[in-house]
């Protein structure tokens, strides 16, 4: 069973493909070492995530070691919930789980607490794929309040399911 979690971000989905890399490098090449950068190499990424899917990780390392740099714990917990996503499909769940936790500490800081539900949430994907559904049930619980705060229908109804 291939479970997959895509939560929005902000007002715009988490995986947006068919941008054009030329003008994304474009974009990227003259953008400063700032926010708008990392969210470049995030978009970047994700144009490459089906078909170059070692490109997208180079991509998402980039936004979070940008971040990392910058002191930008929101950047890097949206280049985790990317990078994620490509490691699950590659079936190394080990390392989307440790960057998963990692995204669930750094969510915990007060200004990123819209970001917890969806670590909690990606966190539990994990374990699940992982046959560990204890913890995976205990982080999709803990989310659980926060999703229903947002009402957001389409994560709880996945949620739910699982």
């Given at each position: 069973?291939?479970?997959?979690?895509?939560?929005?971000?902000?007002?715009?989905?988490?995986?947006?493909?068919?941008?054009?890399?030329?003008?994304?490098?474009?974009?990227?090449?003259?953008?400063?070492?700032?926010?708008?950068?990392?969210?470049?190499?995030?978009?970047?990424?994700?144009?490459?995530?089906?078909?170059?899917?070692?490109?997208?990780?180079?991509?998402?390392?980039?936004?979070?070691?940008?971040?990392?740099?910058?002191?930008?714990?929101?950047?890097?917990?949206?280049?985790i919930f990317n990078y994620?996503?490509?490691?699950?499909?590659?079936?190394?769940?080990?390392?989307?789980?440790?960057?998963?936790?990692?995204?669930?500490?750094?969510?915990?800081?007060?200004?990123?607490t819209s970001l917890l539900?969806?670590?909690?949430?990606?966190?539990?994907?994990?374990?699940?794929?992982?046959?560990?559904?204890?913890?995976?049930?205990?982080?999709?619980?803990?989310?659980?309040?926060?999703?229903e705060v947002e009402k957001?229908?389409?994560?709880?109804?996945?949620?739910?399911?699982?």
């Amino acid at each position: 069973m291939l479970l997959t979690a895509v939560f929005p971000l902000g007002s715009e989905a988490q995986l947006r493909v068919g941008l054009n890399t030329d003008s994304l490098k474009g974009v990227l090449a003259a953008a400063p070492s700032d926010t708008l950068r990392v969210d470049t190499y995030i978009l970047l990424g994700q144009q490459y995530e089906n078909n170059q899917p070692d490109s997208a990780l180079y991509y998402y390392q980039a936004a979070k070691s940008l971040s990392e740099r910058m002191g930008y714990p929101g950047g890097i917990v949206h280049a985790i919930f990317n990078y994620t996503a490509v490691l699950n499909v590659q079936g190394d769940f080990q390392k989307s789980l440790s960057l998963n936790l990692e995204a669930v500490r750094l969510s915990k800081e007060p200004h990123l607490t819209s970001l917890l539900a969806k670590a909690l949430v990606n966190t539990g994907v994990v374990y699940q794929y992982l046959n560990r559904y204890e913890p995976a049930v205990d982080n999709y619980l803990k989310a659980l309040p926060s999703l229903e705060v947002e009402k957001s229908t389409q994560a709880l109804s996945f949620v739910y399911g699982n």
